[in-house]
Each structure stands twice: as structure tokens, then as C-alpha cells.
T-cell receptor, first 114, second 114 residues
Framework: NAGVTQTPKFRVLKTGQSMTLLCAQDMNHEYMYWYRQDPGMGLRLIHYSVGEGTTAKGEVPDGYNVSRLKKQNFLLGLESAAPSQTSVYFC?????????????FGPGTRLTVL | RKEVEQDPGPFNVPEGATVAFNCTYSNSASQSFFWYRQDCRKEPKLLMSVYSSGNEDGRFTAQLNRASQYISLLIRDSKLSDSATYLCVVTPQVGSSNTGKLIFGQGTTLQVKP
């Protein structure tokens, strides 16, 4: 099992450009999450999904959109990138069947917006 | 006030030392508590859960004080391989089990030196 994978690993964008980050999990988890991690800020939840076809806003959703068309995939879109969106983005998944609410994370995507 | 607060450190300790990290949380309705570990430029991974009765896993001991809304992690006989950032994590509220959401502290950095 690959667990949680993220594509791409690194990306540099210019202000105003758009891009989509892909997260895939092969653990048949119901729940998926997108976080951003900035120095001194910890992990902050952007959007999450509790099942295929459903999404919800997290703590910092502005400037991002998401889609969960397939259970195993969770896409994060930036329509018009801004320098404030320079960050490390982590995807995670979990399942209501897991005893400890454990979330499994992907390796992260390092995004720089110039 | 942040929902989960930690001293960011860094804590610089020699091999073999005992080190303790503390964390406070603001929502008295939080139900579950965890410590995650994050190595440099890697994704977070679950280290252990935290119970009111305290729990121990080898050299690691976690403790919860609900009255003071305080969580601790004690590492005995520190190893070089313990160098990492330790994230204090709580579930946000009653009923979060149907979303699996977690709230992360900013992390405490530990550097164990030879």
C-alpha cells in the first residue's frame, strides 16, 4: 500500500496563476483533509471531506476550492495564486472505524508563489 | 487565544537527558488528545494518544489533566533519533467523531545532541 500520496512535491507559481494539488489514498478511508503548514502557525485545516461528493470548509478556506469526485482522491485548487499562499500543503485521510481518530498524512507539497 | 498552545522551543538537550513538553487547550469540550511527531521536512505521524490515567510507551509517557486543560509528554533517556517536532493535538468538540477533525498545536522542537 502506498498510503497517502501527493502530486506534485514541489511547485513554483507566479501571482495569479492557477493550479491543482492532487491527493490520493489507497486505504479506503472515508475522511480526507487538506492542511497548510506555515512557520510558527502549525497545521491549519483548509477544507475537508467526510465522503465522496461532500466537502466542507475548515479554518482557512479562502482562496481555495476542493473536490472529492472519487473516494480515493481529494483535489485542492488555487484559482488565482497569491504570495500569501506560499506554504507546505499536507493532505491526510482517516476513517470513522479507526480507534484513535488517527490521520495519515501524505509527504506534502511545497508551494512557492512569486 | 489559540485553541492549542505549545512552547515552540527549541529544546536542546544532551543524549540521555529527560525532557518534558507541555501543552494547554482552550476548549473544555475536547474529548480526545494525542501527540504527533514530525521529522524535519516530513509529514506528521501519530506518536501516542493521551489518557487521564496517563499512558506509557517505552521511554515516552503522556499525561492529561482535564481540570487544568493541560497535556504533557515526557521523554526519558533521550536518543539522537528523538530529534523532531512534537505536535500536541486535540479533537475540537463533542461530535467531532463524525468528521474526524483534529486541531494541531504549533509544535515543540527537540534537538538531542551527542
Amino acid at each position: 500500500n502506498a498510503g497517502v500520496t501527493q502530486t506534485p512535491k514541489f511547485r513554483v507559481l507566479k501571482t495569479g496563476q492557477s493550479m491543482t494539488l492532487l491527493c490520493a489514498q489507497d486505504m479506503n478511508h472515508e475522511y480526507m483533509y487538506w492542511y497548510r503548514q506555515d512557520p510558527g502557525m502549525g497545521l491549519r485545516l483548509i477544507h475537508y471531506s467526510v465522503g465522496e461528493g461532500t466537502t466542507a470548509k475548515g479554518e482557512v478556506p479562502d482562496g481555495y476550492n476542493v473536490s472529492r469526485l472519487k473516494k480515493q482522491n481529494f483535489l485542492l485548487g488555487l484559482e488565482s495564486a497569491a504570495p500569501s499562499q506560499t506554504s507546505v500543503y499536507f493532505c491526510a485521510s482517516s476513517s470513522p472505524g479507526l480507534a484513535l481518530n488517527e490521520q495519515f498524512f501524505g509527504p506534502g507539497t511545497r508551494l512557492t508563489v512569486l | 487565544r489559540k485553541e492549542v498552545e505549545q512552547d515552540p522551543g527549541p529544546f536542546n538537550v544532551p543524549e540521555g537527558a529527560t525532557v518534558a513538553f507541555n501543552c494547554t487547550y482552550s476548549n473544555s469540550a475536547s474529548q480526545s488528545f494525542f501527540w504527533y511527531r514530525q521529522d524535519c521536512r516530513k509529514e506528521p505521524k501519530l506518536l501516542m494518544s493521551v489518557y487521564s490515567s496517563g499512558n506509557e510507551d517505552g521511554r515516552f509517557t503522556a499525561q492529561l489533566n482535564r481540570a487544568s486543560q493541560y497535556i504533557s509528554l515526557l521523554i526519558r533517556d533521550s536518543k539522537l533519533s528523538d530529534s523532531a517536532t512534537y505536535l500536541c493535538v486535540v479533537t475540537p468538540q463533542v461530535g467531532s467523531s463524525n468528521t474526524g477533525k483534529l486541531i494541531f498545536g504549533q509544535g515543540t522542537t527537540l534537538q538531542v545532541k551527542p
